[in-house]
């Protein structure tokens, strides 16, 4: 199984970025997908789910970036990706995206998404907003 990320790189605040991720050796589309980030000395923040297409593509936002991102999948193509708007200097992580072995993720805030229910993992790819 292999995830790989693409897209990071800086902007000011403000501006936007779009981080596909491409899966391989995996049926990706059977399960649910995620976004996670991650800043140096603190723990690996669950940010975006979403469900399979079986399961109707349903999304979980974390409350610090809903309304500014949306993840989306392609199915035909197996990759997801994380469209990130309005993107402000706490947003400055590396971010990774991660598979599940579920076709639904059932998180919903305060239960947010952890690192421990994702076997699956890219290599992660940099972002730094600006001010």
């Known amino acids: 199984v292999q995830l790989v990320e693409a897209g990071g790189g800086s902007v000011q605040a403000g501006g936007s970025l779009r981080l596909p991720c491409a899966a391989s050796g995996y049926a990706a589309e059977r399960y649910c997908l995620a976004w996670f980030r991650q800043v140096p000395g603190k723990k690996r923040e669950g940010i975006a789910t979403?469900?399979?297409?079986?399961?109707?593509?349903?999304?979980f936002y974390a409350d610090s970036v809903k309304g500014r991102f949306t993840i989306s999948r392609d199915d035909a193509e197996s990759t997801i990706s994380l469209q990130m708007n309005n993107q402000q200097p706490e947003d400055t992580a590396m971010y990774y995206c991660?598979?599940?072995?579920?076709?639904?993720?059932?998180?919903?805030?305060?239960?947010?998404?952890?690192?421990?229910?994702?076997?699956?993992w890219g290599q992660g790819t940099q972002v730094t907003v600006s001010s």
């Open positions: 991660a598979g599940s072995r579920r076709s639904t993720c059932n998180y919903y805030t305060p239960y947010d998404p952890v690192p421990n229910d994702f076997p699956w």
């Open positions: 979403i469900n399979s297409q079986d399961d109707g593509r349903g999304t």
